[in-house]
Each structure stands twice: as structure tokens, then as C-alpha cells.
């Protein structure tokens, strides 16, 4: 996949996400009224998802150029560290924050998802 291609995808991902992520707080608005710690949690989510999948793109990028895959196993723990710190700052918040992070993570999948089908039709 080539730089510009990337860039659409990642627009396109990232628009998903943000109506994903809409759509998910107006539903949450009827089951738990305005929650801070939910939509604090679902930002997260998001947020970190997209700051994942740009770090993704920079640690293939890397291997390819420099073929370290010691360096390359570092940056995935770091990866999953940053997961589990939002997470971990969600659940403080409160327990709906931590389902809204979760949600909010899944919101790349589908994303990704939904931007694959349109580029397969």
C-alpha cells in the first residue's frame, strides 16, 4: 500500500469512527442519560485507536527499512501499555468509562472494516 493510499484509508477510518462514535453517545444518552465518564471513555477509545494505527503504519515502516525485530517487539509493548494506561484511566473514572473505551476501540474495526467492503465492491 502506497503513502497516498494510507492517507485515504486513514481519513476515511477516521471519519467512520467519529460517526461510530456519535452514534454510540446519542444511544448512551438514552440508556444512562449524560455520563461524562462514558463519553470521556469513548473519546479515549477512539482517540487511541487512531493514535494506533499511525504508530502501526511507522513500526511496519520501520521493519521494512531496518529488518530490527528486537526494536519492533519493543514498540509492540509500548503499544499495548498505551492500551492498557487509557484503560486503566477509564476505569477510574468509572466502570461505564471502561465499556466506553472498550466500544470506542472497536470503532477502528469497524471502521477498517466498512473501508475494506467499499474498496472490494
Known amino acids: 500500500m502506497d503513502e497516498d493510499r494510507y492517507l485515504q484509508l486513514r481519513k476515511e477510518i477516521f471519519i467512520i469512527c467519529s460517526i461510530y462514535a456519535a452514534v454510540c453517545e446519542v444511544v448512551s444518552l438514552f440508556i444512562l442519560g449524560f455520563d461524562k465518564g462514558f463519553l470521556m471513555g ?7 485507536m487512531l493514535v ?28 499495548l501499555c498505551i492500551y ?8 477510574m473514572v468509572s466502570i461505564h468509562g471502561l465499556l466506553a473505551y472498550a466500544i470506542g476501540v472497536f470503532g477502528i474495526v469497524i471502521g477498517a472494516l466498512i473501508s475494506y467492503k467499499k474498496e472490494a465492491v
Open 52 to 79: 494506533n494505527l499511525e504508530l502501526l503504519k511507522r513500526i511496519v515502516v520501520l521493519y521494512i527499512n531496518t529488518k530490527r525485530l528486537g526494536l519492533v517487539v519493543v514498540l509492540y509493548l509500548l503499544r
Open 84 to 91: 492498557a494506561g487509557a484503560a486503566y484511566l477509564c476505569y
Open 42 to 48: 469513548l473519546i479515549a477509545g477512539v482517540a487511541i
